[in-house]
C-alpha cells in the first residue's frame, strides 16, 4: 500500500537521513495506534530501503490484559511476517517514570541482541507537544521545553522517532483508512495521570478557544528550542576544558565570569552533573552562580553526598565537607529557603 503518509515519511527520511538503507531497525510495538501506524508505513517503505525491521514489545505487568495485550503484538506480527520480541517486567514498575526507565533500557539491550543499529518508536507531533506542556507546567529550562527530539543517543544505537510531522488525529485516521487492528488501552482514558487529562481535557480547550492549530504551534516551539539546546550544548562542549578542572574538581571563576550568563549556568550544570546524581536544580545553580563574585572562602551550604564548593582564589573548589550540614551556608543569605521547582 502507498498513500500521502507513506509519501510524507518517505521524503522526511531522505531528507534526514534517520533511517539509512539497509539499516538494522528495532520497532517499539505497543499496539496502540501509533506503533500499529509506524510499524505498517516501515514494512511498506522496507522495499525501498532495504531495512531488516523486527519489532519488540514490553510487557509492564500493571494491567489485568497486560498478557493479552502481549498476545495481540505477536499475533499481528505474525501477520505482517515480522519478527518480534515480547519482554516481561521482572517486577512491576511503580511509577511511569521506572516503567519508562525499563522500557528504554530493553530496547537498547534487544538492539544490542539483535545487532540492530536504530531503534523507533511513535511519538508524534501530539506527545511532543503534551510533553511540552507537562514540562512547562512542572517548571523546566529551556532544554526541558526541547522535549523529544527526533533523534538521539541510546546507548551504542540511535533512538528514532520518525512521526514527529504526525499527530494523534492522523495516526488514527491511517489506521481505519487501511483497516488496521489496534490494541484499545483503556488506561488511556484514566484521568488520574497527569497526561492523560493534559491530553483529554487541556489540548482540546486550547484548540477550542486558543488555537485550533496548538499541538503544531508547541511542536514548532519544541523544536525551535532544540536547534537551540544543540548550539549550546556544543558551545559547553568548547568551553568545558577552559572553565572545568578535573583534578582536583573545581570551576575557574575567572573564566565564568567573562562569559554570558547563559553559558555560565550550563557550565556550572555540566560540572555538578559529573559529581551529584541528584538535587540539581535552578536555586543550586544560581547559589553556585553567585560564588563567582563572592569573597574568599565563601561556600554553599552543603550538597547531596556531603560536600561543598568553596571560593579559593581564582577558583571554586569542589570540597568534602567536615562540619555539619546547618553549619554550612550560602554566601548570600543566612538560612536556604525552601527550593523552588527544578528548572533544571
Known amino acids: 500500500m502507498w498513500g500521502i503518509d507513506h509519501a510524507r515519511l518517505h521524503t522526511t527520511l531522505k531528507t534526514q537521513q534517520w533511517l539509512p538503507v539497509g539499516s538494522r531497525i528495532l520497532i517499539a510495538l505497543s499496539g496502540g495506534q501509533d506503533s500499529v501506524c509506524l510499524t505498517r508505513l516501515l514494512l511498506d517503505l522496507q522495499p525501498h530501503w532495504q531495512w531488516f525491521l523486527t519489532a519488540v514489545h514490553c510487557d509492564h505487568r500493571w494491567r489485568a490484559d497486560s498478557a493479552a495485550n502481549a498476545n495481540f503484538v505477536q499475533v499481528l506480527a505474525q501477520q505482517w511476517h515480522l519478527p518480534c520480541e515480547v519482554v516481561s517486567a521482572p517486577e512491576v514498575p511503580k511509577t511511569e517514570a521506572a516503567a519508562r526507565a525499563w522500557r528504554y533500557q530493553v530496547f537498547e539491550t534487544v538492539a544490542k541482541a539483535l545487532n540492530c543499529t536504530h531503534v523507533v518508536t511513535a511519538h508524534t507531533q501530539s506527545d511532543r507537544a503534551e510533553s511540552l506542556l507537562l514540562h512547562l507546567l512542572r517548571g523546566t529550562s529551556?532544554?526541558?521545553?526541547?522535549?523529544?527530539?527526533?533523534?538521539?543517543?541510546l546507548g551504542s544505537v540511535q533512538l528514532v522517532r520518525p512521526l514527529l510531522g504526525m499527530t494523534r488525529a492522523e495516526t488514527a485516521a491511517f489506521c481505519q483508512t487501511y483497516g488496521l487492528p489496534i490494541w484499545q488501552d483503556e488506561t488511556n482514558q484514566n484521568l488520574d495521570y497527569r497526561r492523560n487529562r493534559l491530553r483529554l481535557e487541556l489540548i482540546p480547550?486550547?484548540?477550542?478557544h486558543f488555537n485550533p492549530n496548538v499541538?503544531?504551534?508547541?511542536?514548532?516551539?519544541?523544536?525551535?528550542?532544540?536547534?537551540?539546546?544543540a548550539y549550546f550544548e556544543?558551545?559547553?562542549?568548547?568551553?568545558?576544558?577552559?572553565?572545568?578542572?578535573?583534578?582536583?574538581?573545581?570551576l575557574d571563576r575567572l573564566r565564568l565570569r567573562e562569559l554570558p550568563l547563559a553559558l555560565q549556568r550550563r557550565l556550572i550544570q555540566r560540572f555538578l552533573r559529573q559529581h551529584l546524581k541528584r538535587g540539581i536544580d535552578f536555586s543550586l545553580i544560581e547559589a553556585v552562580r553567585l560564588l563567582i563574585a563572592a569573597g574568599n572562602g565563601s561556600q554553599t551550604?552543603?550538597?547531596?553526598?556531603?560536600c561543598h564548593l568553596r571560593v579559593?582564589?581564582?577558583?571554586?573548589?569542589?570540597?568534602?565537607?567536615?562540619?555539619?550540614?546547618?553549619?554550612?551556608?550560602?554566601?548570600?543569605?543566612?538560612?536556604?529557603?525552601?527550593?523552588?521547582?527544578?528548572?533544571?
Open 142 to 153: 529551556p532544554d526541558g521545553l526541547a522535549t523529544l527530539l527526533p533523534m538521539r543517543s
Open 205 to 208: 480547550y486550547l484548540q477550542q
Open 215 to 229: 499541538e503544531a504551534v508547541l511542536a514548532q516551539t519544541a523544536e525551535l528550542l532544540a536547534s537551540d539546546r
Open 234 to 250: 556544543a558551545e559547553v562542549d568548547r568551553l568545558a576544558p577552559t572553565v572545568i578542572r578535573e583534578h582536583p574538581p573545581a
Open 301 to 306: 551550604s552543603t550538597l547531596p553526598g556531603g
Open 312 to 344: 579559593c582564589g581564582q577558583w571554586l573548589e569542589w570540597v568534602r565537607s567536615t562540619a555539619p550540614p546547618s553549619e554550612s551556608v550560602p554566601p548570600h543569605q543566612g538560612e536556604r529557603s525552601p527550593p523552588p521547582p527544578p528548572l533544571y
